[in-house]
């Protein structure tokens, strides 16, 4: 019994999924994540509500919305549905969804319960 090896491709994005574990935040990836849609399944972000900055999680994923967890600040978590076209800015490699400008997010992110 003889085992043979392949090795993979020599393209320049093969090795940098392989190099970086597939976590490369480059340009070319974000580009691509414009929109909702193109997050998948349990991906975080940081999302606008009304007062503050909260963070969600994409838990459902249909044709029509998509569904997201939102955290609380008071521990508690509740669920808000999108538009999959939704558009998504980026601050380095987090993705944000919400109307302002994304360089005050992090002054104004929700401060959660920390006694769990």
Not at 13 to 36: K, M, Q, R, V
Not at 38 to 66: M, N, Q, S
């Amino acid at each position: 019994m003889s085992a043979t090896f392949e090795r993979p491709p020599d393209d320049a994005a093969t090795i940098a999924l392989l190099t970086t574990g597939g976590l490369d935040s480059s340009p070319a990836i974000e580009a691509a994540a414009a929109t909702l849609a193109t997050l998948p399944l349990g991906a975080h972000l940081i999302l606008r509500c009304r007062k503050d900055w909260r963070t969600a999680t994409v838990v459902r994923i249909e044709l029509e919305k998509i569904t997201l967890s939102v955290s609380s600040p008071t521990g508690r978590t509740y669920r808000m549905r999108r538009p999959p076209d939704s558009p998504l800015t980026f601050d380095g490699s987090i993705p944000l969804l919400g109307q302002t400008p994304a360089s005050c997010w992090r002054a104004g992110l929700a401060r959660y319960d920390v006694r769990w």
